[in-house]
């Protein structure tokens, strides 16, 4: 907290709900909930209504924001096939790939934006101290899920008029998603 202004940093919704394997695509809501929850955690945090009243409305600088989408198979197989098939053979355009053990990257050193997939079953074992609201229904779901994430930097969301909470919906982040994903190239497997 400095000059009134509050620089909140992370994962919202993990830290709001206890987990990351389904959230909300509603960046006003994880914002206003993220206020209002530190303001009942921390006594020097004292928003006013008109504050709050002003986070409902949008009014919150964003300066890198992180999206996805799950791309749910059958079973565990299935989607670390999947992984497999995007670590050798997957591409996108204009930016190089980093395969690591759990994911690919695409763009991984752009100032704009990074693209990544990973075996969101995997994920939560490595991050499980952060994981404390899983069930058996979630756990179930992560082992059936490859995450496509999108990090959107300043200057990406500053060129896509994309710096203000206003300027964000549910259909702004499926659509930005989307386009994403959509432009991944992958070849068929091969069927003998």
């Known amino acids: 907290l400095k000059d009134d202004t509050l620089l909140i940093s992370g994962?919202?919704?993990?830290?709001?709900e206890g987990?990351?394997?389904?959230?909300?695509?509603?960046?006003?809501k994880l914002v206003y909930e993220t206020v209002i929850k530190l303001s009942e955690l921390c006594e020097h945090i004292t928003p006013t209504q008109q504050q709050l009243d002003d986070i409902q409305l949008g009014y919150f600088k964003i300066n890198k924001v992180d999206i996805n989408k799950a791309i749910l198979f059958n079973n565990k197989d299935e989607a670390l096939q999947y992984l497999e098939r995007l670590k050798f053979h997957g591409s996108y355009p204009r930016f190089n790939k980093?395969?690591?053990?759990?994911?690919?990257?695409?763009?991984?050193?752009?100032?704009?934006?990074?693209?990544?997939?990973y075996y969101k079953g995997h994920e939560i074992i490595a991050n499980n101290?952060?994981?404390?609201n899983?069930?058996?229904?979630?756990?179930?779901?992560a082992n059936k899920m490859v995450r496509c994430e999108l990090t959107l930097k300043w200057r990406e969301l500053y060129?896509?008029?994309l710096l203000n909470g206003f300027d964000w919906s549910s259909e702004t982040v499926k659509r930005l998603v989307d386009n994403t994903h959509s432009q991944?190239?992958?070849?068929?497997?091969?069927?003998f």
Do not use: A, H, T
């Open 134 to 141: 899983l069930d058996n229904d979630l756990i179930e779901l």
């Open 19 to 28: 987990q990351n394997i389904v959230g909300s695509d509603d960046v006003i």
């Open 159 to 161: 060129d896509n008029e």
């Open 184 to 191: 991944l190239r992958l070849p068929e497997p091969i069927k």
């Open 129 to 132: 101290k952060y994981q404390n």
């Open 11 to 16: 994962n919202l919704g993990k830290w709001l």
């Open 98 to 117: 980093k395969v690591e053990n759990n994911g690919v990257y695409f763009g991984y050193e752009s100032e704009r934006k990074v693209i990544k997939y």
